[in-house]
């Protein structure tokens, strides 16, 4: 099974950007990142489709992040620019053997509705 470790959040000014990092241990998964506020179900941030890397993005967040996938270095990534407060979260990098994730962006979902979840890395955006 597929194992992920999230890296590179932390606290930013409205209007900054971060980028966060994913590296996965299997490259056959469709990947995804999910941000979860405190009492919130995890919501679909962006996604990346196993075979041709077709992305999708949650209207909130479309424009300012952009997702990517670096396969010689076995990581996926989450460009955030132009943070604003509602963006800070714990967020998720996921990954499922399905060969699309597009159906889970956007909505709110229970953890046990894809397959691999990393550990979590926390995003605070301050005014």
């Known amino acids: 099974q597929v194992q992920l470790v999230e890296s590179g959040g932390g606290s930013v000014k409205v209007g900054g950007s971060l980028r966060l990092s994913c590296e996965y241990t299997s490259r056959d998964y469709s990947m995804g990142w999910f941000r979860q506020g405190p009492g919130k179900l995890r919501e679909g941030v962006a996604s990346i489709d196993a075979d041709d890397d077709i992305t999708t993005y949650a209207d909130s967040v479309k424009g300012r992040f952009t997702i990517s996938i670096d396969h010689a270095r076995s990581t996926l990534y989450l460009q955030m620019n132009s943070l604003k407060p509602e963006d800070a979260a714990m967020y998720y990098c996921?990954?499922?053997?399905?060969?699309?994730?597009?159906?889970?962006?956007?909505?709110?979902?229970?953890?046990?509705?894809?397959?691999?979840w990393g550990q979590g890395t926390l995003v605070a955006v301050s005014s």
């Open positions: 996921a990954a499922d053997p399905r060969p699309a994730m597009s159906w889970a962006i956007g909505r709110a979902l229970p953890p046990n509705a894809l397959t691999t």
